[in-house]
């Protein structure tokens, strides 16, 4: 139990520092390069998605020896996009409902947020983690 309790700190920190650099790097390029939001956002989540696969893996899961570092990439990747999918329906109908003022926008997308984070580490404890190691 206190193994799982600190990779959930773990992940939730990595996810931080995840989404501190996909919104930098996405207000870099669109605002101070002026490169158009939709491809910025692109570019961003993109390079987030690749520093989380490599902190993730280092620091919060454990690798499976049977798994090729490819195969992990593209699982991880699968299970990002899948938590992608989770998060534009939630955005998609919370802002229906709520409408889409700066708050309601925000209540929506914490909730999202908070979904995807579950998904993101249920699916990833799952598919990626090898389990407890025994310490040396």
Do not use: C
């Not at 909730?111 to 249920?122: D, P």
């Amino acid at each position: 139990m206190k193994r799982l309790f600190e990779q959930i700190v773990k992940f939730g920190m990595v996810g931080v520092l995840a989404t501190l650099l996909d919104y930098g790097i996405l207000m870099l390029l669109s605002q101070i390069f002026l490169i158009d939001p939709v491809i910025s956002s692109g570019i961003s989540y993109s390079i987030s998605l690749v520093f989380n696969y490599i902190v993730s893996m280092k620091y919060v899961f454990t690798h499976r020896e049977e798994m090729s570092s490819l195969k992990e990439f593209t699982v991880f990747l699968v299970l990002s996009l899948i938590g992608l999918v989770f998060n534009q329906i939630i955005m998609w109908i919370g802002t229906g409902i709520l409408g889409t003022d700066g708050i309601a926008v925000t209540i929506v997308k914490a909730v999202a947020t908070g979904v995807v984070m579950v998904w993101n580490f249920i699916s990833r404890k799952i598919f990626l983690d090898a389990g407890d190691v025994p310490e040396q």
